[in-house]
């Protein structure tokens, strides 16, 4: 009796055992799933229609590397032709070169449909991720006759609504500057607005400059660039809500929290950027008691690649510290791929390339693609092509022949019509037919192209130098650094200021190549002289800012003698009270020194003119607008406008276009050459003659 009851105990005892064991997994899983994190990141960057049997997409996204990828699940939105057999035709997917699930097309649902995909963590990687969207759209049953597909029906609709879904953990932040910038801009943190560049109320010159350096390096880094990062003050309702915040001040402006966090270090003729943590929030605290080591410690926070470096808490920076970027460079060769791309399946395929250049620059004459590739020898060469687009353009196509298979090339000079300025893509375009394909049931024999790494742009440029938005951020930028900037500030900055800077330099850090310009801060009291040697950026109102009041006469958009609205010109009708909550971005020719530019961020309320700011802030916005002057007012209306005449388009002089054709070039000094050896023989000849003649005569 006495053993049944000891077994009975057991028993209760593993039951007991067993109960709690499963209570403390569902305990841990419960805090893991609450430690979690969720993002929806966009694959389809806008609505895309694929035409013809066989066609594909490819999207890249980017996953920052402190993030541990729990789940992610891709919602895939869709349709296809109506005239798809839905026995016939299917659409792969695949994840960094993986497949990972195929399907075939419900019919019997009408319009836009949604798949839902689990991907397995193990297929992602920190950095660049691709994904891939494989159609097999087919319309025609008739196999005996081997009707060819027609490409008009042949579709497959990707709508941009379509998104992963990522439940993640994030890595503990290591400590080092290194990690704290990849985290301050990076996806996460953008969008769930986690980050601020802060600084003293009523900073100084120097710290607004430092602040701008250092916004500049992080806005380079930022893939959200419809996101901008906020220039707040450390007394900002906002401030305390932020994760990653990076502190810009001389010491003595610091906050008093800032100060203790990292003493009372020796700071004469250097800077300290120091990483803390204080309740929850990451600081990168910039500072120095010297306005030359404050700014040249924001230059070097807009060198990434020396950001890129830091595995520590600290850097101090002084005169010693080399943090300039090298120089940018203009013309130059362009390898397309550095280790060469292949495509391979049947009909048209596409390997995309992004070119980045200066947004001042645009791609002069005697420009050329050279394009070196190989291709599959089972082709039907009748029908096999290759095409080159340019910002989808065609510029050129080629033949593929069995002869030059195993190693052919294609160059091209790109068209100076095309009037290309800034980033742009360049597409190689392969239509790789077989013969009698409707009839082939065997797809193993595949046919393929390489783009191999020898091909690539050799780019010459030059300045697009127009004073309209179209070219803008000309003339702030140029060549990729910034060009001699001076911003004016109102007699009194407040928030919408500071917002106004951050929404300007968002933008323009994004263009900017190296850290080597200049940007100085003004208040409005500067001395005309002084803004002689500058392109200036005005922010204010009429009441507010002096400078504002002083070229209130050039504006587009003026003011009415008391300042509290803007007035109709010959553009636009403006009622008074509308005038008064009006926006405007006037680009003109700086009244202070001909050759430079000024822009006027500038409105009656300065809610208003952080408003303009807004259409400067992003390249999404930034196409909006157009001509030398614009206007928005709070229901989101946006009218631009050109004011300026005309400018007639500069023709190349004889000599310019000789030089930049180095063929023309040398043929035109061997032709001089050769022209100079004729006159010489011809004045030796006569000079011989001459002497001849005296000799007889005498």
Known sequence: ????????????????VGQLTQFSFMIASAAG??????????IVSSDTSLSGAYTSRQEYFQLPSHWQVKEATLNLDYQVSQLALEDRSSITLEVNGVSLYSFRPNLEMEGKQRLTVSIPSELLVAGTNSI?????????????????????????????????????????????IRDFAERFSSI???????????????????????????????????????????????????????????AVALYDHLPVKLQALIGNPELQGKALIQLVESDNQWVLIVTSSDDEQLVKAGRLLANGQLVSQLDTSSKIVDANTDVATPSVTIGQNIVLSETGDKVSGPRHQERAYFVALPANRSIADASKINLDFRYAKNLDFDSSMVTVLINNTPIGSKKLSNELADGDSLTLTIPKNMNISGNFSVVVAFDLEIANAACLQDQSNMPWAFVTKDSMLQLKTKDRTDLLFNNYPYPFLRDGVFNEVAVVL?????SNTYLSV??????????????????????????????????????????????????????????????????????MSIETNYGTRLGSLQLLNSPFEAGHGL??????????????SKLIASSQMTWRISGDGATIDRDGNINAFRFKQDAVQDQPSAISSITERTDVLYFTI?????????????????????????????
């Open 33 to 42: 799933e609450a430690g979690m994190e969720r993002y929806e990141l966009s």
């Open 132 to 176: 891939a969207m494989i159609g097999n759209v087919m319309t025609v049953i008739d196999d005996i006759l081997c009707a060819p597909e027609d490409d008009r029906d042949n579709w497959l609709q990707l709508y941009s609504s379509s998104s992963i879904n990522f439940r993640y953990l994030e890595d503990s932040l290591k400590g080092t």
């Open 599 to 612: 822009l006027a961020v500038t409105a009656a309320d300065p809610q208003y003119y952080q408003l303009a």
């Open 188 to 246: 996460d943190s953008m969008n769930k607005s986690l980050n601020a560049i802060t600084i003293p109320e009523g900073a100084s010159p120097s710290e607004m400059e430092a602040a701008v350096y250092a916004l500049s390096g992080f806005a380079k880094s930022n893939s959200q660039q419809d996101k901008q990062i906020p220039i707040i003050s450390f007394d900002n309702e906002y401030f305390e809500s932020k994760r990653f915040v990076t």
């Open 502 to 571: 951050s929404n300007l330099f968002n933008l323009l850090g994004q263009y900017a190549e190296g850290n080597t310009g200049n940007v100085v801060f003004y208040n409005d009291e500067v001395v005309e002289e002084t803004l002689k040697i500058h392109n200036v950026i005005a922010i204010g109102s009429y009441q507010n800012n002096k400078v504002i009041r002083s070229i209130n006469d050039h504006l587009y958009f003026k003011f009415d003698s008391a300042g509290n609205g803007l007035l109709s010109n010959e553009k």
């Open 1 to 16: 009796m006495k053993n049944i009851w000891s077994r009975i105990g057991l028993i209760c005892l593993a039951l007991l």
């Open 670 to 698: 061997a032709a001089g050459l050769v022209l100079m050896l004729v006159l010489v023989s011809l004045i030796l000849l006569f000079r011989k003659y001459r002497k001849r003649g005296d000799r007889n005569n005498a």
């Open 490 to 494: 109102p007699k009194e900055s407040d």
